[in-house]
């Protein structure tokens, strides 16, 4: 009883802190709802053009498809607001927004976007507007970047325009959950441990020599209910169980009780679905190598997940979640987070819906665009000094 006390207070004091963290970035203002704070609600009830520039069609398969070939979605589907969207570069000189995928663009496509930005193509009040989901150190920067865009837009809560993985939404307690709700969820998880990849980069030398060790140190248990299992292409790992993994979900993570969420980079905020649908979806516990420990606490809910940082070694780590593992009331700890926050998908990934085009007419509609910031260096915003190698 005095743990449940303990824990509500807590927990009320950091939903506070989320939310204003959530709600704090100067142009995707979130309230709790995961909508456009409006200081004033838009009377224009023109809608503005966004141009997807060159990339935009290789970008349906995860933001609109869906990675489903048998259907479309409206990205606007849930979305507070709505903008008409083409891919046609001739209507630039129309379009109030043009969205750059750094991720696709080469040096020749980023010569000739500089060439476009010193025509008369490009008008005052147009916002070019930069987006990448992927961490620094996979980011190419050319050097004609230089103050041409006007937006970012990215996964960390300092963009312009936020689009991370996924949030952490504050909710009303409701006290018709119980434990036992949380109980029907995780007491049919008979396996500890397992991660999913097939991206064995040495970028990250850290994850995989990690990973190595604890498969290491647990296989010497002979503990066959005490084991780490790799799916995909790294460590022979198990490459049949679940192929094409980022496209389709993957059902056998339900069985286990922890996941090793080990991000490709460790960098400032970057969270992907590792943690929001590969482990909190399927009722586990993240383990968390990648962003900070002040990054996880100020945008995860409190007590959700174990930062590898905590422990000095990895078998301090292997004892803390065997020990864990057999005693199911301190496990169910990490679970009791579900009464007061929901966490949202917005990846695009496995069949969730993204928000990145919603997020960015949002952005559009609801701010003053005759005061256009200029990035005179985005390598300054996208700096690889954020990221521990």
Not at 168 to 196: E, F, Q
Not at 198 to 222: D, E
Not at 246 to 268: M, T
Request: aromatic share 14%; glycine share 2%; proline share 4%.
């Amino acid at each position: 009883m005095y743990f449940q006390i303990l824990f509500i207070v807590i927990y009320y004091h950091r939903q506070e802190k989320i939310y204003n963290i959530n709600k704090k970035n100067s142009v995707n203002k979130i309230n709790q709802n995961n909508l456009i704070i409006y200081k004033k609600k838009p009377s224009n009830t023109n809608k503005p053009l966004i141009l997807i520039w060159k990339y935009g069609k290789s970008l349906e398969n995860r933001h609109i498809n869906r990675f489903d070939n048998l259907k479309r979605y409206s990205p606007f589907d849930n979305c507070s607001v709505e903008c008409d969207m083409t891919y046609d570069s001739s209507r630039i000189e129309q379009s109030d927004a043009v969205l750059f995928h750094l991720h696709k663009m080469t040096r020749l496509d980023a010569i000739e976007v500089s060439f476009l930005s010193k025509t008369k193509r490009r008008n005052n009040k147009q916002l070019w507007v930069f987006l990448t989901d992927e961490s620094p150190l996979h980011t190419k920067i050319w050097p004609e970047y230089k103050n041409l865009f006007n937006w970012s837009m990215t996964y960390r809560s300092n963009s312009d325009v936020p689009v991370p993985y996924g949030r952490t939404i504050p909710k009303k307690y409701n006290p018709s959950m119980t434990n036992k709700s949380i109980s029907k969820n995780i007491n049919n998880k008979k396996k500890l441990v397992a991660i999913m990849g097939s991206n064995c980069s040495t970028k990250n030398s850290k994850r995989w020599l990690y990973v190595r060790n604890i498969l290491n140190i647990l296989s010497k248990l002979n503990d066959t209910n005490n084991q780490l299992n790799i799916i995909g292409n790294c460590l022979n790992g198990n490459k049949k169980l679940c192929p094409g993994h980022f496209k389709k979900d993957c059902k056998y993570l339900n069985d286990y009780k922890f996941y090793l969420s080990f991000e490709n980079s460790n960098c400032d905020e970057y969270l992907t679905e590792k943690i929001y649908w590969n482990a909190y979806d399927k009722y586990s516990v993240p383990i968390i190598m990648g962003p900070t420990k002040e990054n996880c606490r100020n945008l995860l809910p409190p007590y959700s997940y174990i930062h590898v940082n905590d422990f000095n070694t990895e078998n301090d780590l292997i004892n803390y979640i065997i020990y864990l593992n057999n005693n199911y009331d301190k496990y169910i700890e990490y679970h009791l987070w579900r009464y007061y926050y929901d966490v949202v998908n917005e990846h695009g990934y496995f069949g969730s819906s993204s928000k990145h085009y919603c997020h960015l007419c949002q952005a559009i509609i609801s701010n003053d665009k005759t005061k256009t910031k200029v990035y005179n260096n985005i390598e300054e915003f996208l700096n690889k000094n954020q990221c521990v190698y």
